[in-house]
């Protein structure tokens, strides 16, 4: 396989990867937004459903299938529709069931979300795995609507980017048909 090829393979398979949270289970976006944290400071205007909460200690938030957890989730709100979201752990996570194939994880220093701009960032010690699928970079963007990944290294890897494919399962021929 040439070099240009294992390079489009590996680019290939970090876009599957990191869809995996536009792969999620299509009844998540129906489901109601839960919030847990040891602290929680709301301002906004409930005239409009716009403002800014900050949550803090063991944050959870759960929908449908997806859940995040960190130490600070700050959530801007639009029109009662969450526009920005940020958390921050040591480290934030999340998983999420797609509608096909294994459960999704995800870790990094700071996760940020902007629903305006269809981007999901993943900021130090960043990984995204599903399966035996891995990528790990120190920084991770994705593209939501176009699912475009970059994936940039620093410090803590060494300034290089990880990607596992997993070989392509092969029929048991021992068993007869």
């Not at 393979?9 to 040891?38: E, F, G, H, T, Y």
Request: glycine content about 10%; charged content about 20%.
């Amino acid at each position: 396989m040439s070099v240009n090829t294992r390079l489009r393979v590996a680019l290939l398979a970090c876009a599957m990867l990191a869809a995996a949270s536009a792969w999620a289970l299509k009844s998540d976006q129906r489901q109601p937004i839960n919030i847990q944290a040891d602290h929680g400071d709301f301002q906004g205007d409930s005239t409009t459903s716009n403002g800014t909460g900050v949550y803090t200690g063991h944050v959870l938030i759960t929908q449908g299938s997806i859940r995040i957890t960190a130490d600070t989730a700050t959530l801007h709100m639009v029109n009662g529709q969450i526009q920005t979201a940020d958390m921050r752990g040591g480290p934030a996570t999340f998983q999420q069931q797609p509608d096909s194939g294994p459960l999704a994880h995800g870790t990094a220093n700071e996760i940020t979300y902007d629903a305006g701009k269809n981007r999901i960032d993943l900021l130090g010690d960043a990984r995204l795995q599903q399966g035996e699928r891995l990528l790990a970079a120190d920084v991770i963007h994705y593209d939501t609507d176009s699912e475009h990944v970059i994936a940039s290294g620093g410090k803590t890897s060494g300034g290089r980017v990880h990607i596992t494919i997993p070989p392509r399962q092969q029929p048991d021929k021992s068993t007869p048909p």
